[in-house]
């Protein structure tokens, strides 16, 4: 078993690095004051330097490498913020690799070339009022009529939503109910009947959009059904991309904290001495590290035996349970022994400790990411309705 | 036309450097090396030119270790056309830079020849003047601008007393200061292309030149560490202190 990664993959890593670490910085700091997702412009930039198609398919204009590369540039990203990471999480592991997989062969050729160019956001939209984490409650009603399908009901929680050009919709097609009745569509930005609720206002991920969608008699043509119904679990196994993706940027944000933390002990003087030097801190600073080299372990192990496939459940929920609980505590400890820097907006380390709670409710939330891997060990799965 | 770039595997920019205990170098175990940021430059000018249609063809050219090939490996994402490794795992001195570099240059037939103008490693800054004397062409160093006309290239240098144009007749050696440009950074698509194409490498005994060191390094010692400084109150206080504890007043 090797755990090196190789020349190009080092190579990716690096030059998402620097690019990062040298233009994104400012870009980050707007947004987090703004909220503004990354300008148009910006995902221009981010296109041109291949960061939108690492892992799709060439014949769809991206490189066609594993889920395992694109992974190790999105870290790179998050390490900066989550907002400006997010259009690469959104690209790479997120609803563009269900279009990419499950749509239409003619409906893909026409938006994920868009999205590696950097002129389509997709968004993936689950949640709905009463159906969150016990998503197949969910109501939103799909109907085949003639060519079209008509969508009608409310979503809620939709990251991307309002700023976003397509829409991956989960909904439930000709009131079967359960998880059989569950599929989805994909619908455009501009469809007649779509609108959105108001900005929600988060504790973190500035630059992540999140608002309601309302869909009224929502025509679109029968191409654009990604998953019908009794698909349910094929989304689901696709899903698992974003659950990597997910950890991913969990680990980003843990990672970054160490990064920048581990510079501030070396330079911050108590007692006329670098506070490294005081035995309180090194170990603190040892236990950040050992949980984000675990956390980072765990994600390489789940898209590298995933390869160009899919991840597998047990694996990905492991990695992002892990990486979601961490995230929080490497945070928290980063923010702690900066003092007052810690806890003042000036020096980032605020940020990142609000941005690391959202990953472990975002995505499927930790306690259920525990069940499945509860289940996962003795071989069954937990109906959580009996 | 043909331009020849060199590019030296330095230990990157924002790291700290590490004298060996024993003061007989610099310790480079697990530090993090990057194409010397002159060079990167250098190879954008090549590029720039390129496309600019003033030049048909790059050839990158590292001496140094196996792992130069991965400061070749950037050169050519970032648009050069060959690489070669010229593997020598001894310190290079300029003179044998300079000397390989010519060899290379007359055998590719290159009428431009374009370096950084020191390497952030040793700062010596003498190959790029080497490599014009010992080929006999023009040089022009520090340029801040580069541009060509047919068989003439007219180059802006940072001087101390401001800026200085030149005119010269190619072939000639240009080497680059750091506000010539900004390099670009190389796209995925282009860093996937370059890891794919073969770099040539030889060794300096096939262009017979001899690199044996001339010179010896006695010792490598840290840089004295500052004094801390003090704030002072007023302007009244500061030439007080000039006065009295200075004495430059």
Not at chain 1, 181 to 209: D, W, Y
Not at chain 1, 249 to 262: C, D, I, P, Y
Not at chain 1, 333 to 338: E, G, P, T, V
Request: charged residues 25%.
């Amino acid at each position: 078993m090797d755990f090196r990664l190789s020349d190009d993959q080092l190579a990716l890593q690096d030059a998402a690095r620097r690019f990062a670490q040298t233009e994104l910085a400012e870009l980050a700091e707007h947004i987090e004051a703004t909220s503004e997702p990354v300008p148009q412009n910006w995902l221009k930039r981010y296109a041109e330097m291949g960061f939108l198609g690492v892992n799709t398919a060439t014949e769809h204009g991206g490189l066609g490498l594993p889920l395992i590369d694109a992974l190790l540039v999105m870290e790179e990203f998050a390490k900066i913020s989550v907002g400006v990471a997010f259009p690469v999480f959104e690209c790479c592991a997120g609803p563009v690799r269900i279009v990419e997989r499950l749509g239409d062969p003619s409906l893909a050729a026409r938006i994920v070339p868009r999205a590696v160019q950097g002129d389509i956001l997709v968004a993936i939209s689950m949640s709905e009022p009463d159906a969150g984490t016990a998503l197949t409650d969910l109501r939103t009603r799909a109907r085949f009529e003639g060519n079209d399908i008509v969508l009608d009901g409310t979503k809620r929680w939709c990251s991307g939503a309002g700023h976003s050009g397509g829409y991956v919709v989960f909904c439930r097609f000709d009131g079967i109910q359960g998880a059989k009745g569950v599929g989805a569509v994909f619908v455009e930005m501009g469809t007649p009947g779509l609108s959105f609720g108001e900005q929600e206002g988060m504790m973190g991920f500035h630059g992540v959009p999140s608002a309601d969608i309302f869909l009224d008699s929502v025509r679109v043509p029968k191409s654009h059904l990604l998953v019908g119904p009794g698909g349910f679990g094929q989304l689901m196994g696709l899903f698992n991309i974003e659950r990597l993706g997910n950890a991913t940027m969990a680990l980003g944000v843990a990672a970054g904290a160490l990064e920048q933390v581990t510079g501030y002990v070396q330079e911050r003087q108590q007692f006329g001495k670098p506070i490294i030097d005081f035995q309180a801190v090194q170990l603190r600073l040892a236990e950040m590290a050992v949980k984000v080299e675990a956390a980072r372990l765990l994600i390489h192990k789940a898209a590298s035996n995933a390869g160009t496939g899919l991840p597998d459940l047990g694996e990905a929920s492991i990695a992002k349970c892990f990486a979601n609980e961490i995230t929080r505590e490497v945070c928290a400890s980063a923010l702690q022994l900066m003092g007052g820097y810690g806890y003042a907006k000036e020096y980032g380390m605020e940020r990142r400790f609000r941005d690391s709670y959202g990953w472990g409710i975002a995505g499927g939330a930790i306690d259920i990411q525990k069940v499945n891997i509860a289940g996962h060990l003795v071989g069954r799965r937990f109906n959580q309705r009996v | 036309m043909k331009v020849i770039v060199a590019v030296k595997r330095v230990v990157d920019y924002s790291v700290r450097i590490r004298v060996k205990p024993d003061g007989s170098g610099i310790d480079l175990a697990n530090t993090k090396m990057s194409m010397n940021p002159f060079d990167e430059i250098a190879v954008e000018a090549a590029v720039q030119l390129k496309e600019a249609g003033k030049v048909d063809e790059i050839v990158v050219v590292s001496i140094g270790p196996t792992p130069a090939l991965e400061t070749i490996r950037t050169a050519l994402a970032m648009g050069a056309d060959t690489g070669l490794l010229i593997r020598s795992d001894e310190a290079i001195e300029p003179l044998a830079a300079a000397k390989l570099l010519r060899a290379v240059a007359l055998e590719e037939g290159c009428e431009l020849a374009i370096l950084g103008k020191q390497a952030i490693d040793d700062d010596a800054n003498q190959t790029g003047q080497m490599l014009a004397a010992l080929l006999d062409w023009p040089q022009a160093t520090f340029a801040s601008a580069i541009a060509i006309d047919g068989k003439v290239a007219t180059v802006t240098r940072e001087v101390d007393g401001g800026l200085q144009t030149l005119e010269l007749d190619l072939p000639a050696v240009i080497t680059t200061d750091l506000r010539l440009n900004q390099p670009r950074y190389a796209t995925l698509p282009n860093i996937m292309k370059a890891r794919k194409k073969v770099i040539a490498e030889k060794t300096p005994d096939a262009f017979g030149v001899d690199i044996t060191p001339r010179l010896t390094v006695l010792a490598t010692e840290e840089p004295e560490s500052r004094k801390a400084g003090v704030k002072l109150g007023s302007v009244a206080e500061l030439l007080g202190k000039l006065k009295d504890e200075a004495g430059i007043l």
